[in-house]
């Protein structure tokens, strides 16, 4: 089993609860055990997964959202 990992990446796209919902579901559609935090105002999501960084911001991105670090 992999360990966890924490990503904090910044997310330019998201405004709304749907943001929220789709960004968490991508995620933990390829690791049902993520832990995904989503802050709005900053454009901000933290992320405890097994998966590495890249993918991470692979499935944000293919949800339609600019990851910019």
């Known amino acids: ?3 966890t990992q924490h990503h904090q990446l910044t997310v330019k796209g998201m405004s709304c609860q ?3 919902k789709a960004v ?9 055990q993520a832990g995904v ?4 105002p900053e454009g901000k ?3 405890a ?7 991470v911001a692979a499935l944000i991105t293919e949800e ?3 990851v910019l670090s």
Do not use: F
């Open 49 to 55: 997964t097994s998966l590495d960084r890249n993918t």
């Open 1 to 3: 089993m992999s360990s």
């Open 18 to 20: 749907h943001c929220v």
């Open 37 to 40: 935090e989503v802050t709005l």
């Open 64 to 66: 339609g959202y600019e």
């Open 24 to 32: 968490t579901r991508a995620i933990q559609d390829k690791d049902p």
């Open 45 to 47: 999501v933290s992320v």
